[in-house]
């Protein structure tokens, strides 16, 4: 599949929405004459506009379509092989001095960085369209709402675009004439995707986002993890806001009283799964919704936490997802999605390992070769994605577009832990949680360039997206709690645990509702809960498990506290700790000797 295409020219009437911000039109002049396109397309993000574009990236190799029976109005992706994954290795935030990015980012001065990527840029998009990509990041009318502009030589990343945000005439109109706006800067372009000449990099100060080499979503779509978390988590900071790394979801009980709560892990860890979560029949009248999978952007009023899902799509992992995993998600992607990096059958069909039924007999892989089920790799990328518009989720939620935001009742933190983290279990208080979320942990997974399955803190899950100091940050945290009157419960919760034969002790995926159960119940007040040294426990007839295919030696080992693990898993958050060279706030490692000193009593 060509990465890099040649210019394409619109009819009359297709690429010409120019904004009336003289910054902005000063901005992309600047840009053009650096990169030196064939032509510059405008986007409005108009039906008409991404029927043209669909036709020219199928012209051109960049998509496939799929089967218009099977998957209608979907179509198929293959990046690059050395090009599928986030690379953080490749990833600078580029502040005036290193101690403002802090311990956990790769740092880069950013004078000498302009002027590196400047020079990669120069003639880069000679013989190219240069796309002009307006959009927005969250509900139209809501005050954290952020525009931004992401300037591209990509199809890919325009139809990406277009069904991850909100683009188009919609971003014009909210940035309006104003020069001094506040809105982000965002250049991308694929030179020839070599890894050697890839780098994404962040200059918080300027509102700016630079990538270049690659063509992978993690990378490129620069509303997402680059504005949404690495710049929004510094203007978040400044603001007095969140920009957090959680999905959003509603629970609502037969009563009608209804919850919202926020979670925190790490990719690949099941937060689109969680965030779609369907209750088993035995929760008969429960219901939960989505607000969001991936991002909550949260803000202060009348003493609480309220959060909008800043995206207006999903771009999940594919392998694993199915009916039995995730009903909704597979809905979701039943039309009008745009898949990257999954095999491709026959009948013009897609496949990924952990789908439902059996492999096919013979498919082509996601590098576009032969794939049989005797094949020793994979026919579809570990870390293999669609992106999918958030309209095509049966159980989104009603006030996923207010833009005030919901009301957050809990916060829950999790990771892919095989041992030592409890099924769940509840903070004492606010900075109690902090500290839980700053020295949470997961096992390492496909969605990150490197290595699988090792253990890795991972505070909040913001290690790869905290855009400014990491110590800074958990202040942020504390200084959020001082200003909340009515602040949510914090959880922790392990859906991973395995026991001694290596099997996971907890079904998970619909399941789960017994634990966000309990959680809603403690919120509540109603509850039961043993208190521990890590905190508040479910007694085993706190959590509702009428009906669930688990035996009770599995229930009791996975709720319980192992205190020889618990002090290697002290010594490592002092070890994470001190790793971070003195920039932790005096408060989470005194949370630390509390609670070793609770193991002793």
């Known amino acids: 599949m060509k990465n890099v295409a040649p210019a394409i020219f619109a009819p009359h009437g297709i690429g010409d929405a120019k904004p009336d911000n003289q910054a902005v039109l000063d901005w992309v002049h600047e840009i053009g004459t650096l990169t030196n396109p064939e032509n510059i397309f405008w986007c409005d993000g108009s039906d008409r506009e991404n029927e043209f574009l669909v036709a020219e990236s199928l012209k051109q190799n960049v998509l496939i379509k799929l089967n218009e029976k099977k ?17 953080e290795q490749f990833t600078f935030i580029c502040t005036p001095t290193k101690k403002e990015a802090g ?18 840029l120069k003639d880069a998009m000679r013989g190219r369209t240069m796309f002009v990509v307006p959009y927005i990041m969250g509900p139209p009318d809501s005050p954290l709402t952020k525009v931004g502009f992401e300037i591209t030589d990509s199809k890919y990343v325009v139809l990406s675009m277009r069904i991850m945000t909100r683009m188009g005439e919609i971003a014009l109109k909210r940035l309006g004439d104003d020069s001094n706006a506040e809105w982000n800067r965002g250049v991308h372009s694929l ?3 070599d890894p050697a000449r890839r780098f994404i990099c962040h200059f918080p100060q300027d509102n700016a986002i630079i990538s270049v080499g690659s063509g992978y979503g993690g990378n ?25 790394h959680m999905l959003i979801l509603g629970v609502e009980s037969p009563e009608g009283r209804k919850h919202y709560v926020v979670a925190a892990f790490p990719s690949a860890c099941g937060k689109t799964n969680f965030a779609m979560l369907i209750p088993p029949k035995h929760f008969n009248g429960w219901k939960v919704t989505t607000v969001g999978d991936d991002i909550a952007w949260m803000q202060i009023r009348d003493g609480r936490l309220y959060a909008v899902n800043p995206e207006n799509g999903y771009f999940g992992v594919v392998p694993g997802t199915s009916y039995k995993s995730n009903p909704n998600a597979m809905k979701s992607i039943e039309h009008d999605t745009l898949y990257t990096n999954v095999a491709l059958t026959d009948d013009g069909d897609v496949w990924w390992e952990g789908k439902d039924g059996a492999p096919p007999k013979r498919t082509i892989d996601w590098r576009g070769n032969d794939w049989t089920p005797d094949s020793k790799e994979k026919a579809a990328h570990p870390n293999s994605r669609f992106a999918t518009p958030m309209r095509n989720n049966p159980a989104l939620d009603i006030d996923v577009e207010k833009g005030d935001g919901v009301p957050i009742s809990a916060i829950i933190f999790g990771g892919r832990r095989s041992d030592t983290m409890p099924l769940v279990f509840q903070a ?26 090792k253990v890795r803190r991972d505070p909040m899950a913001m290690l790869p997206f905290c855009g400014y100091n990491i110590g800074d940050y958990f202040q942020h945290w504390l200084d959020i709690g001082k200003r909340l009157t009515n602040p949510p419960l ?3 919760v392990n859906w991973f645990r395995k026991g001694t034969d290596g099997k996971f002790l907890w079904p998970g995926f619909g399941e789960n509702m017994r634990v966000l159960k309990w959680i809603i119940d403690r919120c509540e007040g109603t509850g039961g809960a043993v208190k521990s040294p890590i905190g508040w426990l479910p007694g085993l007839h706190d959590l509702d498990l009428d009906e669930v295919e688990v035996e009770h030696k599995c229930i009791v ?4 506290v192992d205190h020889e693990e618990w002090q290697r898993e002290l010594a490592e958050h002092k070890k994470f700790f001190d790793s971070l060279g003195g920039v932790v706030p005096e408060a989470l490692p005194k949370q630390r000797e509390r609670l070793a000193a609770r193991f002793k009593e």
Request: aromatic share 10%; glycine share 8%; with cysteine.
């Open 71 to 87: 998957v209608p109005r979907s179509y198929l992706h293959r990046s690059n092989p050395n090009d599928v994954a986030r690379v």
């Open 103 to 120: 311990p956990t980012n790769n740092w880069a001065e950013p004078t000498e960085t302009y002027s590196k990527l400047r020079g990669l």
């Open 191 to 193: 030179l020839d995707v």
């Open 220 to 244: 490129v779509l620069l509303s997402k993890k680059c504005l949404a978390l690495r710049i929004g988590s510094y203007l978040a900071q400044r603001q007095g806001w969140m920009a957090e």
């Open 428 to 453: 004492f208080d606010w900075e109690h949680g902090v500290y839980l979320g700053a020295t949470m942990a997961s096992e390492t997974t496909a969605a990150a360039a490197g290595a699988v399955g």
């Open 490 to 492: 914090v959880f922790h």
């Open 557 to 560: 080992e996975i709720l319980g």
